[in-house]
């Protein structure tokens, strides 16, 4: 089987080239960088390097294989851009996902501190009226204590009055009745002083008519 002479170049370009490649794309295939940067940088250079050979040994079937080989690598390029983006995309939305949840856990921790607020305000504000009635109840009780006890000391005086006019009309109407028994006894000494002396003018006229 005949091998035409521009064939000979290209086996050897290509042979060597692989042979180049082949530690790199090993130590690539290794460490998980089999569409990493560094491996779309080692096909840019298999591309350059088809086509400066097409080029040097005016061989149009290596141009074509490197202008192949650069779309290729542009086209994984692009993919890995493409999934690299999707992939921030993705992390993006993740840690939007996570801090709208921490948001929404401050505000359910936000909201419970202010309805929590809200009891102890609403608390504190009833144990102020609690107290308030209490001292209202309290002011209302010696109120009605000190009114009771002033009625009462104005009953008392009452009374007091009442009794002093009473023993004043009684010690009155004691005086009135001795004054009556006096001018009643004043009366009867009068009147037995008169009949006595009415006696003795009787007994001195009848001593009279005897000496005659």
């Given at each position: ?5 521009s064939r ?95 948001e929404s ?31 209202a109840a ?75």
């Amino acid at each position: 089987m005949s091998v035409s002479v521009s064939r000979v170049p290209r086996t050897i370009v290509d042979r060597s080239l692989k042979l180049a490649r082949a530690p790199i794309d090993a130590a690539l295939s290794v460490t998980g960088a089999s569409e990493s940067p560094a491996k779309h940088l080692v096909d840019r250079l298999e591309a350059g390097a088809r086509s400066a050979s097409g080029v040097l040994l005016a061989d149009q079937e290596l141009k074509e294989q490197g202008r192949a080989v650069l779309l290729a690598t542009r086209q994984r390029e692009r993919a890995a851009s493409l999934q690299g983006e999707a992939e921030l995309r993705r992390e993006e939305a993740d840690r939007n996902l996570e801090q709208a949840a921490e948001e929404s856990a401050e505000e359910r921790a936000e909201a419970r501190r202010k309805a929590e607020a809200k009891r102890r305000e609403a608390e504190k504000r009833r144990r102020e009226r609690e107290e308030r009635a209490k001292k209202a109840a309290v002011a209302k009780k010696e109120k009605v204590a000190k009114a009771a006890k002033k009625a009462e000391r104005s009953n008392t005086k009452r009374d007091q009055a009442a009794k002093l006019r009473k023993l004043d009309a009684q010690e009155e109407s004691i005086e009135r009745r001795e004054q009556a028994a006096a001018a009643e006894r004043e009366a009867e000494r009068i009147g037995e002083a008169a009949a006595a002396a009415k006696r003795d003018r009787k007994d001195d006229s009848g001593t009279g008519e005897d000496g005659r």
